[in-house]
């Protein structure tokens, strides 16, 4: 028997576009809530976001949109605006949109004007630069904002142009967060009866994203610089060339790099007192980061993860994107599968409740394809009395 998604019941309005929103309304399609993405007569953007495509339309349309039902209203007309609004106030647990701030309010879909009505209604708002400040009303996207934060400055090799993380960190962190939010309105909802307003933001995730680098330079001023595949604070701990490809090679502690000199037989580096401490190899990064590169350059990538399990060493080869689908552990996890009705292989939610993995959800839906159930639901046929 199949246990019940913990957010079964729950009812979402999600007026989105994009990815960010969409991906955190997909997360509570996974947990079980029946999510209504409501799409403008032109559809959402990700319908014709390329290159790859699925059934004619953009794969990111798939990706985020998974599990939700579409209907398709212009909220520009009155009486489409009207319909919302009635879904919202009729059947609504939560209701949350990524409209810029200056908008929302003109179609009275703001928070205040919803939870005036219905206090018990938990509104989600994702901006680009946030609800306060000058910029509240900026539109933004996630390079922009992984420029804005600095992120692009700590991305990359050093002397190099600008470079965004390769996947959009932003933009489905942002997801996260208003989900980690409409999560805990919902919790607070059931000893108070009363609902919240929860706020997100691209800029405001990706500021969080930037925590360890702002500590720093609040501390002392340090602003940074770019690593590469490494980090700021520990040596090693990046990718190394070996004899087929690159190995990332991490250690946490002294006592791990004591092990991983053991294990490239090289013991003395440990003892070395440009390297015996993380201070020290943070110094001379280049220097022992040159070491280990010449000697994982020996052998394959294979054979030196084996040699370093062996000594407990953290290791992992850079894979590829088709390495990582083909990859056996990703199998054993079953996070990627078809979702119900589709044959495109797609990945799931990366939590499980009691060692299962919430099932694969509906294929994501035809623009507009649930418009008669959503008027079947507001304008339910009289009963007869007879």
């Not at 020996?298 to 084996?306: F, I, L, M, V």
Request: charge should be negative.
């Amino acid at each position: 028997m199949q246990t019940e998604l913990p957010l079964a019941g729950v009812v979402v309005v999600e007026l989105s576009d994009n990815a960010s929103l969409p991906f955190g309304g997909q997360v509570l399609a996974a947990l079980g809530a029946e999510v209504w993405k409501v799409e403008r007569p032109a559809g959402d953007s990700t319908r014709s976001w390329g290159p790859s495509m699925w059934k004619d339309e953009g794969v990111a349309f798939h990706v985020l949109n998974r599990g939700k039902r579409s209907i398709c209203l212009d909220i520009k007309d009155a009486q489409q605006l009207a319909t919302l609004k009635d879904l919202i106030e009729g059947h609504a647990d939560v209701f949350t949109h990524n409209l810029r701030p200056g908008s929302v309010g003109q179609y009275g879909l703001d928070a205040a004007s919803l939870r005036a009505r219905k206090p018990e209604l938990v509104c989600c708002e994702v901006g680009a630069f946030g609800h306060l400040g000058a910029m509240n009303r900026d539109p933004g996207y996630d390079p922009l904002m992984q420029a804005f934060s600095g992120i692009m400055t700590l991305t990359g090799e050093n002397g190099q142009a600008p470079a965004r993380a390769g996947v959009s960190i932003v933009d489905f962190g942002t997801g996260m967060w208003s989900v980690i939010g409409m999560l805990a309105a919902l919790y607070r909802r059931k000893g108070t009866k009363v609902g919240a307003t929860v706020n997100s933001s691209l800029l405001e995730t990706a500021i969080a994203w930037m925590s360890l680098g702002l500590g720093s330079y609040a501390a002392d001023g340090y602003p940074g610089s770019r690593h590469g595949s490494g980090v700021a604070f520990l040596v090693p701990h990046r990718a190394y060339t070996a004899s087929d490809g690159y190995l990332a090679v991490s250690c946490g502690n002294d006592r791990l790099f004591g092990k991983l000199c053991q294990s490239l037989g090289y013991p003395e580096w440990a003892t070395d007192p440009r390297f015996a401490t993380n201070p020290a190899r943070l110094e001379h990064r280049d220097e022992i980061d040159g070491l280990i590169g010449d000697r994982l350059a020996t052998n394959t990538r294979a054979w030196w993860k084996e040699q370093l399990h062996r000594y407990g060493i953290a290791s992992a080869p850079v894979q590829t994107t088709a390495e990582l689908f083909a990859h056996e552990q990703t199998r054993a996890l079953g996070i990627i599968g078809h979702p119900a009705g589709d044959e495109l292989d797609l990945v799931g939610l990366p939590l499980s409740f009691d060692g299962k993995r919430p099932p694969p959800l509906a294929a994501a839906p035809a623009l507009g394809q649930d418009n008669a159930r959503l008027q079947a639901l507001l304008h339910p046929a009289v009963k007869s009395t007879d």
